[in-house]
């Protein structure tokens, strides 16, 4: 086991719930719908740039099965963070409500940022809708992550789309189920919310995984393995004018090269070019 990539699977999805989380169940009143999906996406973002460079910043089941189907991860590896996850989420949602239970009148039972359907959705969305948005929702961000990564780590501005894709499927999400998209997120919460939350859970383990399973098939299709780094570019090419170019202009043909000739105009006498065979083949 490595214990650096498993402590920072383990402290990245304990964030995550304790803030992300932590927004809807203590702030919500103040800062909407907007301001937890900002909530989610940022922390996400933060977390990519802190942690990506060591373990790759999964901090989701779902992520994590899509990066072992497209062959990135080990088995054992995928076992590791699904453990770190789980127990993070658990871990973080704890602190979140030893917090809440600081704050005078917050009711934490059934609700407690979990997720849900029916009753228990701001649209009374039925199971089959929750089931169905949790898939789609979970597809676009497993097949982000896997399109803007080359193997495991972030590098550069790969946490920027990742980090936007979270907060856009949460604005999308909230009003329909609470946006789960992540098994650890939605396991922590439910266990401390108890009631309906945890009746609901299965839902929000399974569809969230199928998602992940069809991100990572989609994204062999348009990203192959052996398949060209830049696609458009390499299909653009047979339109260019045949003949070589230049690199200012790459639709231009450059001049042909200038050739020798045997008239006698250029070169030494008899038209040969000194270093070069002559007419008969001599030097």
């Known amino acids: 086991m490595e214990t650096r990539t498993v402590a920072a699977e383990f402290l990245g999805t304990l964030l995550l719930v304790f803030f992300a989380v932590g927004s809807a169940v203590l702030a919500a009143d103040y800062i909407g719908v907007l301001g937890i999906a900002l909530a989610f996406g940022f922390t996400l973002l933060a977390l990519c740039y802190a942690l990506g460079p060591v373990s790759g910043c999964h901090v989701n089941p779902a992520v994590t099965l899509g990066m072992l189907l497209e062959g990135r991860i080990a088995p054992r590896t995928a076992i590791e963070y699904w453990v770190a996850q789980l127990l993070g989420g658990i871990v973080g949602a704890a602190l979140l409500f030893l917090l809440a239970k600081q704050v005078p009148g917050l009711k934490t039972h059934g609700a407690f940022g979990s997720n849900g359907w029916g009753s228990r959705s701001a649209v009374h969305l039925n199971t089959g809708g929750a089931f169905l948005a949790e898939v789609v929702l979970t597809f676009l961000l497993v097949f982000v992550v896997l399109s803007v990564t080359h193997k495991i780590a972030l590098v550069g501005f790969d946490g920027l789309p990742i980090g936007l894709a ?118």
């Open 166 to 283: 979270l907060a856009v499927i949460h604005l999308v999400g909230i009003p329909l189920t609470g946006t789960s998209v992540n098994p650890a997120r939605s396991l922590g919460p439910a266990l401390f919310a108890g009631g309906g939350a945890l009746s609901q859970l299965w839902l929000f383990i399974i569809a969230p995984l199928i998602g992940g399973v069809l991100a990572a098939g989609a994204h062999r299709v348009t990203h192959p393995p052996m398949g060209p780094s830049n696609l458009a570019d390499d299909l653009a090419l047979p339109h260019y004018p045949k003949g070589p170019t230049t690199a200012a202009h790459p639709t231009e043909e450059r001049p042909e090269p200038r050739e020798d000739r045997d008239d006698g105009d250029e070169g030494g006498e008899g038209g040969e070019r000194p270093g070069r065979p002559g007419p008969a083949g001599t030097v």
